[in-house]
C-alpha cells in the first residue's frame, strides 16, 4: 500500500506535466493542416469577410494590428505571436485555418463560434497583416 501510494506520488508530477497544454513550446500545426484546400482562395472579398472577424472577435487580443497589444492581453498567461511576424506569415493558410479552428488554451476554438468560411476568411485577412519593413 505504502509502496503504491509512494508510486503515484513519483510518477504525479510526470503524468501532470503530460497533460498540461504545452505552454510557452511552439504551436505547431499537423502537417495535414498544410494540405487543406482554401475555399475562398479566389474570392476577391475575403480579406473584407475575415476584417469582420477579426474587428469584432480577435483584436481583443491580438490588437488591431495583430502585434498581441489588445486590451485583453495583459490578462493572458501566454502571450500570443505577433500576426504579422515572418514566425506566423510562414505558415499556410491551412495550418492558420487549423489554429483558428482547434485553438490552444487561451486561444478558444473557433469551430463552433464561426462558420468554415469565416475561419478561412480571417486566414486570409491575417496575411494582410504582414510586416513588410525588415
Ligand atoms: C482570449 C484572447 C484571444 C482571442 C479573442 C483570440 N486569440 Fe488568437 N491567440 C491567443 C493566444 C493566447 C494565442 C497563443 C496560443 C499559444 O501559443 O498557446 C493565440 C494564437 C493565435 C494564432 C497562432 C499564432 C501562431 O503562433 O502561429 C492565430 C493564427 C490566432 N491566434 C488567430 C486568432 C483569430 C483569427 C482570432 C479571432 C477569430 C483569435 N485569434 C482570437 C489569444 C486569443
Redesign the pocket.
Known sequence: MAYKMTLLLLLFPVLAFQLL???G???K?PPEADALVDPLANDPKAVQKGQK??TS??W???GMSGKGD?P??EA??????D?GSA??QA?TNG??YW??TH??????S?EQ??SKEQ?WA??H??RTLKQTTK
Request: net charge positive.
Open positions: 497544454p504545452a505552454v513550446e511552439p504551436w500545426a472577424i477579426f472577435l480577435c481583443t487580443c491580438h489588445g485583453n492581453a493572458l498567461n501566454v502571450q500570443p505571436a500576426l514566425v506566423v505558415q495550418a492558420l489554429k483558428i485553438g490552444r488554451g487561451e486561444m478558444a473557433y463560434v464561426i475561419r480571417a486566414v485577412y491575417l
